[in-house]
């Protein structure tokens, strides 16, 4: 008797990321060979490390039982649901702004890894590891290396920190904490990376370097992951009562 998946975001099944490009605006690279070239990314790269497998597929709609990745043109209007919106289903929906990431001066593809990496690893955003200062870190794995990018088959993926970089016994250098072998240290941002942290009572950010932060605030962040941990929860409330 097969397993049936229901509205859950991990019911032992590999998921299936249907992929929807709806953007006017070039992604910078073919919309096809971006699926396959993240596909790559997730069984070559991430999934020996992180073990959270995926099988990625273009379509022009969200599917039943689907989790699913959409690029559209600009970022939501205020108030509006960003990222973490959901399929009719109740699963993971990745937005990714295209217009919005050109306008920052950053790759379609970065944007896209990056989210995929987040979503396969905490995609309730609801995951959290005790760092220094006895601070919550969000288990969000791209942000710490956020501008740290590779080419896989001539197309720019995000770098990912490991699970080891949310573990604060290893000693600095004594294992890998990313892949690009970038950080030498447990829960250590970058300088073009920031983290969620929860602090006083809060969710706030702390980043890597002061030009950081300032390039940060001048962002348009709406419907980014960091905007919307600790309301997803009330968002699924919502949906449920409709």
Same mark, same amino acid.
């Given at each position: 008797?097969?397993?049936?998946?229901?509205?859950?975001?991990?019911?032992?099944?590999?998921?299936?990321?249907?992929?929807?490009?709806?953007?006017?605006?070039?992604?910078?690279?073919?919309?096809?060979?971006?699926?396959?070239?993240?596909?790559?990314?997730?069984?070559?790269?991430? *999934?020996? &490390?992180?073990? !959270?497998?995926?099988?990625? +597929?273009?379509?022009?709609? $969200?599917?039943?039982?689907?989790? #699913?990745?959409?690029?559209?043109?600009?970022?939501?209007?205020?108030?509006?649901?960003?990222?973490?919106?959901?399929?009719?289903?109740?699963?993971?929906?990745?937005? *990714?702004? &295209?217009?919005? !990431?050109?306008?920052?001066? +950053?790759?379609?593809?970065? $944007?896209?890894?990056?989210?995929? #990496?987040?979503?396969?690893?905490?995609?309730?955003?609801?995951?959290?590891?005790?760092?220094?200062?006895?601070?919550?870190?969000?288990?969000?794995?791209?942000?710490? *290396?956020?501008?740290?990018?590779?080419?896989?088959?001539?197309?720019?993926?995000?770098?990912?920190?490991?699970?080891?970089?949310?573990?604060?016994?290893?000693?600095?250098?004594?294992?890998?904490?990313?892949?690009?072998?970038?950080?030498?240290?447990?829960?250590?941002?970058?300088?073009?990376?920031?983290?969620?942290?929860?602090?006083?009572?809060?969710?706030?950010?702390?980043?890597?370097?002061?030009?950081?932060?300032?390039?940060?605030?001048?962002?348009?962040?709406?419907?980014?992951?960091?905007?919307?941990?600790?309301?997803?929860?009330?968002?699924?409330?919502?949906?449920?009562?409709?």
């Amino acid at each position: 008797m097969p397993k049936f998946t229901t509205a859950a975001f991990n019911t032992g099944q590999i998921p299936t990321i249907t992929c929807i490009n709806q953007a006017t605006t070039s992604l910078g690279v073919d919309f096809t060979k971006l699926v396959a070239t993240m596909q790559k990314f997730l069984d070559q790269c991430f *999934v020996p &490390v992180w073990g !959270t497998p995926a099988h990625l +597929e273009r379509g022009k709609k $969200t599917k039943a039982g689907n989790w #699913a990745m959409l690029f559209i043109d600009d970022a939501d209007a205020a108030n509006a649901l960003g990222y973490h919106d959901l399929t009719s289903d109740g699963f993971p929906l990745s937005k *990714v702004f &295209v217009r919005t !990431t050109i306008d920052n001066g +950053e790759k379609v593809s970065v $944007t896209a890894s990056h989210e995929l #990496a987040e979503m396969m690893v905490d995609p309730a955003i609801n995951l959290c590891s005790t760092g220094p200062k006895n601070l919550l870190y969000a288990y969000e794995t791209a942000d710490p *290396v956020e501008e740290q990018f590779f080419s896989l088959d001539g197309v720019a993926m995000t770098d990912f920190v490991f699970p080891s970089w949310f573990e604060a016994f290893h000693k600095p250098k004594s294992t890998q904490f990313d892949f690009m072998k970038k950080v030498d240290r447990p829960f250590k941002i970058l300088a073009g990376g920031y983290m969620p942290v929860f602090k006083n009572g809060k969710w706030t950010q702390i980043f890597g370097s002061a030009p950081k932060q300032k390039r940060f605030a001048k962002e348009d962040r709406r419907g980014h992951r960091s905007t919307w941990r600790g309301r997803v929860h009330r968002m699924i409330s919502s949906k449920k009562g409709r």
